[in-house]
């Protein structure tokens, strides 16, 4: 999947985050989502639940943020409200990208997706089964497979997506770990940010990780974009 495009330069991009079950008893996927908003502040538009919002405006005083309904505290309901109140978020900010920090992801939605990976456990079968695992392969299936552009933490949960669905390890954006350099961090997701909005400059070439830490910076010597 190349990353590369003709689409026009742009140093940044307005991303809405889905941060309604950031906080909903997952410690990790907290802390990660915690870190893009603290990361990337102004670039982001926030979707959170009412419990959540001081929280975020507090990380990010730049960010724009959209409060969703209390019920949003329940599974079922937050799978509803991402496919018909996300959209229309997206639009109302006239966003270039939506980012699920775990699937699922929004299906509604005409915009570039963006979507972190966190753990493909739920495909292991030396893994004990847990509830629920069905509905997360599932999940991970379309969101893989509807995404613009896949971030992992790690990377051996790229090569768990290549292993379980296909996806070729290579595509996937391992981003450096944002305890050791928030910046470098915010750095990596910019690059998926503009490389699903289709704003990359073709002389970059295909991103890789390296790219992502300079921000992305045109070399006038790079060969171009490999097809």
Do not use: K, N
């Amino acid at each position: 999947m190349p990353r590369a495009t003709d689409g026009p330069r742009r140093e940044r991009v307005l991303v809405l985050l889905d941060a309604t079950a950031a906080r909903a008893h997952d410690a990790e996927l907290a802390a990660y989502v915690d870190a893009v908003v603290r990361g990337l502040d102004s670039e982001l538009v926030v979707a959170c639940r009412p419990d959540d919002a001081e929280h975020y405006r507090r990380l990010a005083p730049g960010a724009a943020i959209e409060v969703g309904p209390a019920a949003l505290r329940w599974r079922g309901i937050r799978m509803l409200w991402r496919q018909f109140a996300l959209p229309r978020i997206a639009r109302r900010h006239d966003v270039d990208a939506v980012h699920s920090p775990r699937p699922p992801v929004p299906l509604m939605l005409a915009r570039p997706r963006v979507v972190t990976v966190h753990s493909m456990s739920c495909f292991d079968a030396s893994t004990p089964a847990r509830p629920g695992d069905a509905l997360r392969r599932a999940a991970a299936r379309t969101a893989v497979r509807t995404a613009d552009e896949v971030v992992a933490l790690r990377p051996e949960v790229a090569a768990a997506l290549e292993s379980a669905l296909g996806f070729a390890a290579d595509d996937v954006l391992v981003v450096p770990p944002a305890a050791g350099d928030l910046d470098r961090f915010a750095a990596a997701h910019r690059v998926a940010y503009r490389a699903a909005a289709a704003l990359v400059p073709a002389e970059t070439g295909p991103i890789t990780l390296p790219i992502a830490l300079d921000e992305a910076q045109p070399d006038p010597g790079h060969p171009g974009p490999r097809h």
